[in-house]
């Protein structure tokens, strides 16, 4: 999997859009870019994925470069629960023995009052 | 909506002994994993089963054994318990296979071994 490089902390302020960066300069062309975040003590969440294209959902949303060597995870109306570790993943088909999510060290997200 | 589950929440137990973390899923995905997290390492895939009665080792399988005699059921077990498999237990699932595929997890199992 591609390697992802993510900036370690962020604050951002409550009722602020959230903007956190992700680099995969190193991308292949089938592969998957995943956000997931961790919130203290709790299993790893699902936010949104994308392949080439820009996409929305309920919780966020996801933009792709054109060359889709970065991403931004955009969080619209941050809010105090938002505070959590984000990861971004990028993700190859899986293969024999490939079948994991890699996750890195990802980015530590504080909500400030 | 239970989603998927895990039990117990935590556990101790003591060098040696033998211990099964359970994981539950309702929404009768295909694919089922085991990961722990430990400082350090991150998230690591310790088994995964790809439906009822088949399964295989990911990243470090030595230790533990798994079963999936029920699309629903993943345990995990610790034949021998030892230090060094203190850590958090992270069950998920998804549908099917693919990079398209999410994986969703559960709350987590936290164990000691004293």
């Known amino acids: 999997d591609a390697k992802t490089t993510q900036p370690t902390s962020m604050d951002c302020a409550e009722g602020r859009a959230a903007n956190l960066p992700c680099n995969h300069s190193t991308i292949s062309g089938n592969e998957y870019v995943y956000w997931y975040r961790q919130i203290h003590s709790q299993g790893p969440q699902y936010i949104i994925h994308?392949?080439?294209n820009n996409e929305t959902n309920e919780m966020a949303s996801l933009i792709i470069t054109e060359d889709r060597k970065s991403s931004t995870l955009i969080l619209p109306h941050a809010t105090l629960r938002d505070t959590a570790v984000y990861y971004c993943i990028v993700r190859v088909p899986p293969n024999f023995g490939n079948e994991k999510l890699t996750f890195g060290t990802g980015t530590r997200l504080t909500i400030i009052p | 909506d239970a989603g998927i589950t895990q039990s117990p929440r935590y556990k101790i137990t003591e060098t040696g002994r033998q211990v099964t973390l359970m994981c539950h899923q309702t929404w009768s995905h295909s694919y089922m994993f085991w990961y722990r997290q430990d400082l350090g390492h991150g998230l690591r895939l310790i088994y995964y089963s790809a439906a009822a009665d088949i399964t295989d080792k990911g990243e470090v399988p030595d230790g533990y054994v798994v079963s999936r005699s029920k699309t629903e059921n993943f345990p995990l077990t610790l034949e021998s318990a030892t230090r060094s498999q203190t850590s958090v237990y992270f069950c998920a699932s998804s549908r099917a296979r693919g990079a398209r595929e999410t994986q969703y997890f559960g709350p987590g199992t936290r164990l000691l071994v004293l």
């Open positions: 994308g392949l080439k």
